[in-house]
């Protein structure tokens, strides 16, 4: 289908900075620019806070993506019913008669079992965007103790099983963060068109520069001998920033010219970890997505630490696409195995030992980011979403579901 597309993208996320801009606006302007395809965002908050930020950040995200951003006050998602309440919500900012979209892109399985029967409703093919095991997720980080606290811990797993069956049930085509994300939910979606496209980044955006790195050491006062190791990404348990906390201090101990840089939205609670580190070993900071490449850039060596947990073993985690179109090493478990599969293929993963990182032989940067652009950058997957998308508007054109 070679003509032109117009589609909708919904999420229940608002407009969160890394997120939208990292992901979500990157993706659109990348189908915009390379297919010519329209878009309009939905952003769904759900609440209060969410709502402010998202109708503050609203002018910037249409400027980035070049499209119209609409921001909708939702129902929280653990409220009883609350998909169904949220797709009344939808279904009322759609309007009355078939809505002026040929696509509807679902970003989550909770959006996707809310915005599901609106789309089908509608005649309107529907991509279920599955960004993880959701049920997993929560389990990891649900309160385990008592009885009353155990029954709704089950009730919620149970609804999150029903949100995922539930979009499934009325994709017109899905797509999967990883290869054993696809394996786990494949039984739900039948022969209906599925593809993987991990978490990946814009070359335009992240890329080596020797330049730019110099630049970048001088404003943080880093002297050219000392070695940098960087962490990017929030502080959820699953991302192991305590433990690689404890690894730099055992690394730093060994050889004192080296230097962790932490890029957190949540920098407050992460000098208070980093608290256990010398005085001057370190620097911490909230940085904006466009300027991540320079202090990756800046780095010699990226931390990227998972336990072998079903949240990590589908995860596609964002920050290792832009870790290696940075050129980096990324000192690293093979708990998340696609990733760990790809690190493999560009020869650029570190066991996370101090032997192993000590032993590790310099490695050229440049070709590292070349052959990662080559694996990890959005335009790469380009034909494989503009086929997943076409196969789902022909399936529902055929009314084969």
């Not at 509807?104 to 005649?123: E, S």
Request: contains cysteine.
């Amino acid at each position: 289908m070679a003509d032109r597309v117009k589609a909708l993208y919904v999420l229940f996320e608002g407009l969160p900075e890394t997120v939208i801009d990292s992901q979500v606006a990157a993706h659109i302007r990348t189908v915009r620019e390379g297919l010519g395809w329209e878009f309009e965002l939905l952003a769904v908050a759900c609440t209060s806070s969410g709502m402010t930020q998202s109708l503050r950040r609203r002018e910037a995200v249409e400027e980035h993506t070049g499209c119209r951003v609409r921001v909708l006050r939702g129902v929280q998602p653990a409220v009883p019913l609350s998909h169904r309440l949220n797709g009344l919500l939808l279904a009322r900012a759609l309007g009355k008669g078939r809505p002026a979209f040929d696509l509807v892109h679902a970003r989550t399985d909770y959006t996707a079992a809310a915005m599901g029967p609106i789309a089908r409703r509608h005649g309107v093919p529907m991509i279920w965007d599955c960004r993880g095991d959701s049920v997993a997720e929560f389990e990891a980080r649900a309160d385990q103790g008592g009885l009353a606290k155990g029954l709704l811990r089950r009730w919620r797993s149970a609804k999150l099983v029903e949100a995922r069956r539930i979009a499934a049930q009325h994709a017109a085509g899905a797509l999967f963060v990883s290869e054993p994300l696809q394996a786990l939910c494949a039984p739900l979606l039948s022969d209906k068109p599925a593809a993987v496209i991990p978490c990946v980044a814009s070359q335009k955006d992240m890329h080596f520069d020797p330049g730019l790195r110099q630049t970048t050491r001088a404003a943080l006062s880093l002297p050219d001998d000392v070695t940098v190791f960087v962490y990017s990404g929030s502080l959820v348990a699953y991302q192991c920033f305590s433990q690689t906390v404890d690894l730099f201090r055992s690394l730093h101990a060994s050889r004192p010219q080296t230097h962790l840089l932490v890029m957190t939205p949540q920098k407050a609670a992460a000098d208070a970890v980093l608290s256990r580190l010398p005085d001057g070993s370190f620097t911490s900071l909230s940085a904006r997505y466009q300027e991540v490449n320079a202090y990756l850039n800046a780095a010699d060596l990226a931390f990227m630490l998972r336990e072998d947990t079903p949240v990590n073993r589908v995860a596609s985690p964002t920050k290792f696409a832009e870790y290696c179109l940075a050129g980096l090493p990324v000192i690293m478990t093979d708990a998340v195995r696609d990733s760990a599969r790809i690190a493999d293929r560009l020869g650029n993963r570190i066991a996370p030992e101090l032997e192993s990182i000590f032993a590790a032989p310099e490695q050229n940067r440049a070709v590292v980011a070349q052959k990662a652009g080559e694996l990890l950058s959005r335009s790469r997957y380009l034909p494989i979403y503009e086929a997943l998308c076409d196969g789902a508007r022909r399936r529902r054109a055929g009314g084969e579901d």
